[in-house]
C-alpha cells in the first residue's frame, strides 16, 4: 500500500518568510496530492491539490510542486501570515480515493 | 452554506459502552468517508461508502466497529464495546463520486473513554 512520509514534523518561520514542507510517497500508482490545513480543534480544509500530469500549480501565496520521478511534492507558502499558524498534512491517493496522510507539520509564524 | 456536519462534537464514556458516531455528508455527495486522528497514528483512514455501499473497511477493527449508511443524508459509525485504546477525533468526509475530487471534512467528534 502507499506510504507517504512528510518532513519537517515542525517549523518556525518569521512572519513574512517562506515555508516549505516536503512528501515523499512509494505507489506508483498515486495521481492525487492534496494538502490540508487543519486548525485546532477543527477538521482538516483542503489548501491545494495536484494531480499527477500536472508538476506545479499555485493560487496566490501558496503553491504545490510535484516531481513523478522523484515521487516526491512539496508545498510552497510566502509572506507568511500568522494565520497560517497550523498543522499542514500532505496527502496521496489513486482513483480510489483511500487517502493516505502523512504525519503532519506543525507551522508557528511568528510576528 | 453547505458543509459536512457531526454529531456528538464530544462524547465521553466507560469502557464496555456502546458509542454511534453521526455523519451528515454534503447534499449530492456519495462518497463518505470515515478517519479516525491520534497523536501515535495520525490521520487513518477506517471505511469509506460510495452510493451508500460500503467500499472498504480494512481500516477497522471487525469486532468491534461497524459502519453504515442507512440513507444518503445519513452515516453511522458504531463502536461496540469500546475500549480507552479507541479514544481519538473521528472525522467524517464527503466527496463528489470519486475519492480524488475534493473531500470535505466534518469538524470531528472527540470521544474519549474511561
Known amino acids: 500500500g502507499e506510504n507517504v512520509e512528510q518532513h519537517p514534523s515542525t517549523l518556525s518561520v518569521q512572519e513574512g518568510d517562506s515555508a516549505v514542507i516536503k512528501c515523499t510517497y512509494s505507489?506508483?500508482?498515486?495521481?492525487?496530492f492534496p494538502w490540508y490545513k487543519q486548525e485546532l480543534g477543527k477538521g482538516p480544509q483542503l489548501i491545494i491539490d495536484i494531480r499527477s500530469n500536472v508538476g506545479e500549480k499555485k493560487d496566490q501565496r501558496i503553491a504545490v510542486t510535484l516531481n513523478k520521478t522523484a515521487k516526491h511534492f512539496s508545498l510552497h507558502i510566502t509572506e507568511t501570515q500568522p494565520e497560517d499558524s497550523a498543522v499542514y498534512f500532505c496527502a496521496a491517493t489513486d482513483s480510489w480515493g483511500k487517502l493516505q496522510f502523512g504525519a503532519g507539520t506543525q507551522v508557528v509564524v511568528t510576528p | 452554506d453547505a458543509r459536512v456536519t457531526q454529531t456528538p462534537r464530544h462524547k465521553v464514556t466507560e469502557m464496555g459502552q456502546e458509542v454511534t458516531m453521526r455523519c451528515q455528508p454534503i447534499?449530492?455527495?456519495?462518497?463518505v468517508f470515515w478517519y479516525r486522528q491520534t497523536m501515535m497514528q495520525g490521520l487513518e483512514l477506517l471505511a469509506y461508502?460510495?452510493?451508500?455501499?460500503?467500499?472498504?473497511d480494512s481500516g477497522m477493527p471487525k469486532d468491534r466497529f461497524s459502519a453504515e449508511m442507512p440513507d444518503a443524508t445519513l452515516a453511522t459509525l458504531k463502536i461496540q464495546p469500546s475500549e480507552p485504546r479507541d479514544s481519538a477525533v473521528y472525522f467524517c468526509a464527503s466527496a463528489f463520486d470519486r475519492g480524488d475530487n475534493e473531500q470535505f471534512f466534518g469538524p470531528g467528534t472527540r470521544l474519549t473513554v474511561l
Open positions: 447534499l449530492g455527495h456519495n462518497t
Open positions: 505507489d506508483s500508482a498515486s495521481n492525487y
Open positions: 461508502f460510495r452510493n451508500r455501499a460500503p467500499l472498504d
